[in-house]
């Protein structure tokens, strides 16, 4: 064997050492019942890599399969391992990988399509229809030590980008993916119905598109306070005003609304608030079906689009990250160690 290969060949067998240690991974049981169980370390399929979890999220979804064991049709029916804003280190490699070694350090996409369908050549993956999702029912999620996943689904972190700011790739994915769909620019005036972790998230999106108003609206004022940090040129308290009328008595136009709660009473405003010719994109998931002004949104041309998940969005969402154009740190609340679990799924950010 020449010199060069023996090297491969060594190099390659040191990736795929195996590893030791203990797997301890958050297991949601039933509702409001979540507990630690030790599991054994995954084993690695030729095209994956093993990574040592260092920060994992706990996104909305998380906390209803929680509280409520569902969401719309996918229901928690076995024990399942929870998480999937994720980051962490590349402790072994699969035999077919290439593009990372060991030691490097990634995030996690936590959904993997078929590649085959007419909607993943099309690069439209998030619609495949055998997507498989981290912590979405029966798949298992990323709130474990040590997590097995494909290598073309884990992207490497900037030196200046943390393990935490990696894990928040996720959530900012959405934004990004709201704001293509909606066909934010520069220039474009936003509105952002609600302000929790997503709208913030698309808040951040629009201004690095180029917006250059970012109009929040949310019914907590500690909410759009934040929302201002990031941002925002303008914050409504809906419990104290109409948004569509507080808009047009202030002859604010709005050319894109991103709709990030789900409440029938949002969408409705959403509609209402912006201009013909408009669009008006649904992030938000609530009721499978409510009423809307829907007479309205014809007669004015308004564009409605529903967002779902993201699709090659992670790429992007760490350059802005690592550039500086995108801040997402002070979205970063809490940090918990994995055996406090059961506190930082009852801790209210």
């Not at 990031?230 to 609304?257: F, M, P, R, W, Y």
């Amino acid at each position: 064997m020449e010199p060069q290969q023996q090297q491969q060949a060594e190099q390659q067998q040191q990736q795929q050492k195996e590893v030791t240690g203990e797997n301890l991974v958050v297991v949601l049981n039933a509702i409001n019942d979540i507990k630690l169980e030790t599991r054994p370390i995954p084993e690695i399929k030729p095209d994956e890599v093993l990574v040592s979890m260092r920060s994992v999220g706990i996104c909305g979804s998380d906390v209803h399969y929680w509280t409520a064991g569902r969401i719309g049709h996918f229901v928690v029916e076995a024990p399942m391992i929870l998480g999937h804003e994720s980051s962490g280190q590349v402790v072994q490699v699969g035999s077919e990988v290439r593009s990372l070694s060991v030691g490097d350090r990634v995030c996690l996409e936590p959904g993997v399509p078929c590649r085959r369908c007419a909607y993943c050549r099309e690069g439209r993956y998030n619609l495949c229809a055998d997507v498989v999702f981290m912590a979405t029912p029966p798949v298992h999620g990323a709130l474990a030590n040590f997590v097995a996943w494909p290598h073309d689904f884990c992207y490497k972190l900037p030196d200046n980008v943390s393990f935490e700011e990696g894990a928040m790739c996720e959530p900012l994915s959405v934004g990004i993916h709201a704001c293509n769909r909606a066909g934010v620019k520069t220039g474009s005036r936003v509105l952002v119905m609600g302000a929790g972790p997503i709208g913030l998230m698309s808040v951040l999106s629009a201004k690095a598109a180029g917006a250059t108003t970012i109009i929040v609206a949310d019914v907590k004022d500690d909410r759009l306070k934040i929302a201002q940090q990031l941002g925002a040129s303008h914050v409504l308290n809906v419990t104290k005003v109409n948004v569509a009328e507080e808009l047009a008595q202030k002859q604010i136009v709005v050319d894109i609304t991103i709709e990030c709660s789900g409440a029938q009473p949002a969408i409705k405003s959403a509609i209402l608030a912006t201009k013909s010719g408009g669009v008006v994109v649904l992030v938000g998931l609530g009721p499978p079906e409510i009423t809307l002004p829907i007479v309205n949104a014809a007669i004015r041309e308004i564009d409605i689009r529903g967002v779902f998940r993201y699709a090659n969005c992670y790429p992007t969402a760490l350059e802005l990250i690592a550039s500086g154009r995108v801040d997402v740190k002070p979205l970063i609340t809490h940090h918990f160690n994995v055996k406090d679990v059961v506190k930082a799924f009852e801790t209210n950010p």
